[in-house]
Structure formats: structure tokens, C-alpha cells
């Protein structure tokens, strides 16, 4: 209920504002800047922005260092994505974007954003500690997944029996997993962490079958909202379609894998400065200081999204050279193999142009400044009269808010789309590669086709040649019997 009620001033205001046939945006807005409707409004207006997009969930891949998290997420993935390293590495949490998914890899100790679901690693020959910290999941299904079994049974080889060891060291993993979940552990999957197939096949159904299930008990519960998501999240999003990646090219896993830890902590760093940001604002009273602050906001805006988006593109364009280097290695070798001369300027094709793909940032960075002033000016003109500092103040720090957490689609979405455009890029590169082979092979055919024309003519000379001889021969021979027989005469 609505109490307190407006001036009918105010209301005679609003209904100005919403003579017309405004749109629902312009409604909402309209609404938010009745101070006894804000509170409301702005609820309205984030569930609003919610139902324009498509739905982003969110998976973490938790676990301890080295059990095998990135291994399993590039298996999952179809594509060396993240880097794999014998001693721990990746020390921030990173979020790969892909197929509608937000999958984050998150280390020991990182705390992380809620998310929908949670895949759990486990070293099966390290099973997690029996009391100690607990990655928060945030209540979503947790898919538990064992892996070095390979390496366990080959420990285990002076056991007696090898597959009761197993069995037991599997449950003792299970026992203490499950006591360290919040929420229900969906299932357990054991399995090796290199076979990507093998792993795409048996975690992704269990991961949705967790979605499904997590939909059912919101549904018991009577929560609503949580209900709708998730039933947009099964309906809507499917496993990412493995990449298919040319397979003569070196690829720089690790140089993606900083891309993505750059977008990532450029939108921790936005987010921490939310805060600081927010405390600045409460105090303001003012109009003239309230566009003092959004000036200051904007450039801080801009300043993260440019600096976040040079790093990953910089990471990308050398990883970029990496690759191109890797075939342009492979064209000249097969050039001096083939032809026996080392490549020169008629060697192999001239390398395609540097194609970095560009994240169309600036246009991020003014599209999320804009959403902010908008709801710190209010896009109605006929509510003028009803601005208050305080309104103008809460709405952009909401919009703030909102834009954030639509920063984080946008600007995955921005790097997945370049780094497909990269791939596209290589893969022109290995065209090339593959039409230089077929031209060098039609070449040769040239040349042994060259060289038959050569040796029959050769022959054809011989021949001529030798027809000169005989006949040579034959003058000497008929008339050296002449000048003989001459001479004798
Ligand atoms: N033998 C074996 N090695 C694995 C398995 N899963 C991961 N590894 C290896 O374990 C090491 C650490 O893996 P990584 O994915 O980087 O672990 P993370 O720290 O959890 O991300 C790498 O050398 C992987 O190749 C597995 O199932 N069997
Ligand atoms: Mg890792």
C-alpha cells in the first residue's frame, strides 16, 4: 500500500507526464520520480530491465588449487580457454562468456557473486578438508566432480584390491563434499579431466538437470521470481557448442585467459568503487554538485572500461602474433621442404592483416554513462517541478546499480565476440595456408608437366642431333668412298 500520498499537484504532474501513450520505460521513470512511488518504481524498473534480457547464468567451478578446475572447464568448453599449469595459477576469479553462460573459475578463498549453480572439484586423492572454509554457493545445485582417478588407480596398484580402494577413497570425497554443501548436491560424476568429450557428456545434463531441479523447490516455496528465472535459464540456454579450432595453430591460451581476468577485475575494481561512490553521494544537496558527481562517475566509467578492454585486446593481439607467427613458421618450412630453397619474396602467400578484433568499447562506456544520467535527470520533463536532490540522487545510484550488473553481459558478451572474430581471423590465415598448398601442388604439376615438354624437346634435338650425325656419317661414308675411290683413281 501507498501512503503518505502526493500533492494533487503531484498527481495532476503525473498524469501530464503520462498523457500520451508513453512506453513502459518512460511509465516506470515517470513513476520513480514520485517521491512516495520511487521505493516502488525503481523495484519495477530493475525487474523491468531483467525481463529485456536474455537470461546470463551464472556456474562457478570452486575446488582447491590443482584439482583440476580449468581443465575441466576447457573440456566443458571444447577449447584450451584457460590456462592449465602443473603449479597453481589463476589467481583471480575469471568468467568465461559462452553459449549464454557466465562460467567463472574461481580460486580457493576468492569470494564470488551469488550464482545459479556450482560445479564442485575434487582431487579424489585429496578429498577437502574435513573442517575448514567453505566456498559460499550461494545455495545453488552443486554437481560434485572427482577427477584424477587415473592417477589414484595407478597408486594404487600394491593394493590387493585395487577398485575397493577406489570405491572407498569415492566415498570418503562424497562424504565430506556433501557436508560441506549449503545446497543439494545434485549428483557426483567421476571422470578425467582430459577427455572433453567424455566430460561435456556427463556434466552438462546433470548441470541442467540441477537448474531443473532448483526451478521445482523454487516453485514449492512459493518463490516467484526465482521460479521465472530459472524457467527462463532451462527453456532458454543450451551447452555451448564445442569450437572448432585450427589445428595447425599454437594457440595462446594463456593470453585469453588474461582477457578474461581483465574484464573480470576491472568490473571488481567498478564494483568496489561503488561503494566509495556511493558514500559521496549521499551528502550531496545540491543539483550542481549531483552533475559534479556524475562527471566524476562517468570518467571513472570510462576509464575502467577503456583500460580493462586495452588490456584484453593487448592480450588478444599477441596472442594474435603468437598464431601467425605459428603459421608463417609452418608455411616456410614447408616451403624449403618442398621447393629445397629456404622462402624468399616468391615464397609462401603474404600473411593476412592484423585483424584484432575491436570490443567496440567506447560505444559500452557511453551507452552505460547515458543510462545513468538518464535516471538521475529523469527522462520526463513534466515532472520538473517534483525533482528533488534526493530523488535524482537515489535514482542514479540505482541505475548505477543496474548498470553494473549489465556491464558485466554486455562486456562478456563484447569478448566472446572478439575472440570468435580472432578465431574467424586464423582461420583465414590457415585458407591461406590451405590455398598456398594447393597452388605449390599445382605448381609442381606445372613443373613436372614443364619438364616433360623440356625432355621431349631435349629428345626431339637429340634426335635431330643424331639424324645430322648419321647423315654426317653417311656423306663421310658415301664420300669418303668417292674422295677413296677418287683418290685411288
Ligand atoms: N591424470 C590426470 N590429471 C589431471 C586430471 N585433471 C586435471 N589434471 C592435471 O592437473 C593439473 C592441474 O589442473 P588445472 O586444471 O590447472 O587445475 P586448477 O588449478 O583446479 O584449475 C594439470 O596438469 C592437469 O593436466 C585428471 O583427471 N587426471
Ligand atoms: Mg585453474
Redesign the pocket.
Known amino acids: 500500500m501507498i501512503r503518505g500520498v502526493a500533492s494533487v499537484a503531484d498527481w495532476e504532474q503525473l498524469e501530464e507526464a503520462l498523457a500520451g501513450t508513453p512506453s513502459v520505460p518512460e511509465v516506470l521513470a515517470a513513476l520513480a520520480c514520485v517521491p512516495v512511488l520511487s521505493e516502488h518504481a525503481r523495484g519495477w524498473q530493475q525487474a523491468w530491465t531483467r525481463l529485456q534480457k536474455p537470461p546470463a547464468p551464472r556456474v562457478v567451478w570452486t ?1 582447491d ?7 575441466l572447464l576447457n573440456a566443458v568448453l571444447g577449447r584450451p580457454l584457460l590456462h ?3 603449479r ?1 595459477c ?1 589467481p583471480v576469479a575469471v568468467t568465461v562468456f559462452a553459449g549464454g553462460w557466465r562460467l567463472t ?1 574461481v580460486p580457493p578463498q576468492v569470494p564470488h557473486e551469488p550464482a545459479d549453480g556450482r560445479v564442485l ?1 575434487v582431487d579424489v586423492r585429496q578429498p577437502l578438508p574435513r573442517r575448514a572454509r567453505v566456498v559460499s554457493d550461494g545455495g545453488g545445485p552443486t554437481v560434485l566432480v572427482l ?2 582417478l ?2 589414484a588407480r595407478a597408486d594404487a596398484v600394491l593394493s590387493s584390491d585395487v577398485e575397493a580402494e577406489l570405491d572407498e577413497a569415492v566415498d570418503e570425497a562424497v562424504r565430506r563434499a556433501r557436508r560441506r554443501c549449503t545446497g543439494p548436491l545434485v549428483d557426483v560424476v567421476r571422470c ?3 577427455e572433453a568429450e567424455a566430460v561435456r557428456d556427463q556434466l552438462w545434463p546433470r548441470i541442467q538437470a540441477g537448474l531443473a531441479g532448483a526451478r521445482e523447490r523454487a516453485a514449492l516455496r512459493g518463490r516467484a521470481q526465482r521460479h521465472h528465472w530459472l524457467t527462463q535459464v532451462v527453456a532458454s540456454v543450451t551447452p555451448p557448442e564445442p569450437m572448432s579450432w585450427p589445428p595447425s595453430v599454437a594457440v595462446d591460451g594463456l593470453a585469453r585467459g588474461i582477457a578474461q581476468a581483465a574484464v573480470t577485475s576491472a568490473l571488481a575494481g567498478l564494483a568496489l568503487d561503488r561503494d566509495a561512490w556511493l558514500a559521496t553521494l549521499q551528502p550531496v544537496q545540491t543539483h550542481s554538485a549531483l552533475e559534479g558527481c556524475l562527471d566524476r562517475l562517468e570518467a571513472v566509467l570510462r576509464t575502467a572500461l577503456r583500460s580493462a578492454m586495452a588490456r584484453a585486446e593487448d592480450a588478444v593481439g599477441r596472442a594474435w602474433d603468437a598464431a601467425v607467427a605459428g603459421v608463417r613458421r609452418e608455411l616456410d618450412a614447408a616451403w624449403t621442404d618442398q621447393v629445397g630453397v629456404p622462402a624468399s619474396g616468391s615464397g609462401p602467400p603474404a600473411r593476412s592483416p592484423h585483424v584484432a578484433p575491436a570490443f567496440g568499447v567506447e560505444r559500452l562506456a557511453a551507452a552505460h554513462a547515458a543510462r545513468i544520467r538518464v535516471a538521475a535527470t529523469g527522462p520526463v520533463g513534466a515532472l520538473a517541478r517534483l525533482r528533488r536532490v534526493s530523488v535524482r540522487t537515489e535514482a542514479a545510484a540505482a541505475a548505477w546499480r543496474t548498470s553494473l550488473v549489465e556491464m558485466e553481459t554486455d562486456l562478456g558478451a563484447a569478448l566472446w565476440d572478439g575472440v570468435v572474430r580472432w578465431a574467424d581471423a586464423l582461420e583465414a590465415v590457415c585458407g591461406d595456408h590451405g590455398a598456398w598448398r594447393e597452388s605449390k601442388d599445382a605448381a609442381q604439376r606445372r613443373t613436372a608437366e614443364q619438364r616433360q615438354v623440356a625432355r621431349r624437346r631435349a629428345l626431339a634435338r637429340v634426335r635431330v642431333a643424331l639424324g645430322a650425325v648419321r647423315s654426317v656419317e653417311e656423306g663421310i661414308e658415301s664420300g669418303g668412298e668417292g674422295q677413296d675411290e677418287s683418290g685411288h683413281g
Open positions: 575446488g588449487a590443482k584439482a583440476g578446475r580449468s581443465t592449465v599449469a602443473v597453481p589463476t573459475e572439484v577427477t584424477k587415473d592417477r578425467d579431466a582430459r
